[in-house]
């Protein structure tokens, strides 16, 4: 049987592929030349390929194999690449080191599949089908959001997840790390945001309803260990966006420090509960020193240009009661309660972009976030528009296409999670991060997509590997290639499923 056409088994699939007859054959003696600026490429192509091919692929200037940087390349962009492989050699060239990252994700999906594998692969000859590829992508932001603050994993595991998810050129990795169940990231100047804020007596077994489970649940990472998540993602060319919720979601940093909420005497636990809590941040000078110090922290940490701080599901119930919060709302002569997230939002939007940050927020309605804002839609694709329209860069997160927390099947054999529509494959696929009705300069504020991947029902690595493959392949092929035909994408995802399988990743079948 003649082997398919090679933009047929990539995953994404490439923006230009020509197949030609041969193939190029690595080999212990393989050497590669490595150009200026193009060492971490060389590095991780090594890396990537020894486990499982024992290539030592040592530099050599005569190497068959070429790494390449060319800045005059510029219509590759910051990820593009170019790679031309024939019998006797294999060039690699890219504008941006990004772009050889990329290239070095497609090699290795050329390779037979056993180059994917923890163990080597032994009598494998390591070819790869002579080939001519043009890759650039279509939006420059293809993401994957893992909420480690419902329930906390080891720096290990993420670890892992960033691998993967650079294998599918997914580039950012977006970092939930707080929320009203956990705080995960450590602060030095509030401490007891992770020693009180990282702990909780017992979970919510379902997702209404009063059952719980009478376990406690903990953790939180170390500096260390998230400066080392950020070095490593970025080797693999993907950014760590961390994300620090406020005015809402903050019920763990208010069981840590009470005098930060609206009512200083009360003593609060770290929530046990899921669903909106109406137990918010109060709006006291004190509370926009806490935020931009803790940010100051983050920023020592995430080198990232983008910062999230949340901003969703932030009732007002506790405002309209707070004298205090009325005594803002006098002072700075906004009209209501409503008004407040807005004004809290600009203050702490102000000084990331002081700071040479860009705030990033999850949108109710698409007209709330202040300007300079990067908007993450969820709810409704008629706020990605309304917020581009008003000048936002946007990212499309649309919950019945992204949310991977929602079950793929209407199958009763899912595990239980998360209530409400199912995310099929299919829609993950479909979904276009351009929301229709966008005029070309509209159009041209929508950064790309995202996955949502909340925790409140996937505790294990099993689950949450079960929950993000092979939805994520589709995410990745939406963001990367544009739209493909459903029947193209299925057949490329029967091959890509080899390499998940290689790489024993617990995926849905
Ligand atoms: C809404 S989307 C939330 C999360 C929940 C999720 C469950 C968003 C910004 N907030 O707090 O975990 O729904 O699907």
Known sequence: MPAPPLDATLLPRPTKARTRSGQFTFTADTRVRVGEGAEDAARL??????????????????????????PDLTGLGTEGYGLTVGPHSVLLRAARLTGLLRGVQTIRQLLPVQALARAPGRGVRWTLPCAEITDVPRHPWRGAMLDVARHFQPVEYLRRYVDLLALHK???????????????????AYPKLTEI????????????????????HGGAYTRAELAGLVEYASALGVTVVPEIEMP????????????????????????????????????????????RTVLEEVMELFPSPYLHVGGDECPLTEWERSPLARARIAAEGLHGPADLHRWFLARIGDFLVRNGRRPVGWAETGTELPDGFTVMAWRDPAHA???????????????RATYLDHPQSADPREPPGQP????????????????????????????????????????????????????????ADRGWSGPTEWGDFRSRLDLHTARLDALEVRRHP
């Not at 580039?171 to 602060?187: A, K, S």
């Not at 528009?385 to 919950?399: P, S």
């Not at 159009?443 to 294990?460: D, K």
């Open 45 to 70: 192509l090594r890396t990537l390929l020894a486990p499982a091919t024992g290539l030592p692929l040592h530099p050599a200037d005569d190497g068959a194999v070429v790494l390449a940087l060319d």
């Open 248 to 291: 809402g979601h903050v019920r763990a940093a208010l069981a840590a420090y009470p005098r930060l909420g609206n009512a200083p005497d009360r003593a609060l636990e770290v929530w046990t509960r899921w669903g909106v809590c109406d137990t918010v941040l109060g709006v006291h000078d004190e509370v926009l020193d806490f935020c």
């Open 385 to 399: 528009l309304a917020a581009a329209r008003r000048g936002h860069d946007v990212i499309n997160a649309h919950h």
């Open 170 to 188: 997914i580039n950012v990795f977006h970092l939930h790390l707080t929320d009203d169940q956990g705080w995960r990231m450590p602060v030095t």
């Open 420 to 475: 409400g529509a199912v995310v099929a494959l299919r829609d993950v696929h479909g979904h276009d991060p351009v929301p229709a009705g966008a005029t070309s300069d509209v159009a041209a504020r929508v950064l790309g997509t995202q996955a949502q991947l909340w925790t409140e029902f996937a505790a294990t690595p099993e689950r949450l590997e079960y929950l993000t493959y092979p939805r994520l392949c589709a995410l």
């Open 197 to 216: 804020g990282g702990h909780r007596t017992r979970s919510m077994t379902g997702p209404t309803g009063d059952v719980y489970d009478g376990t406690a």
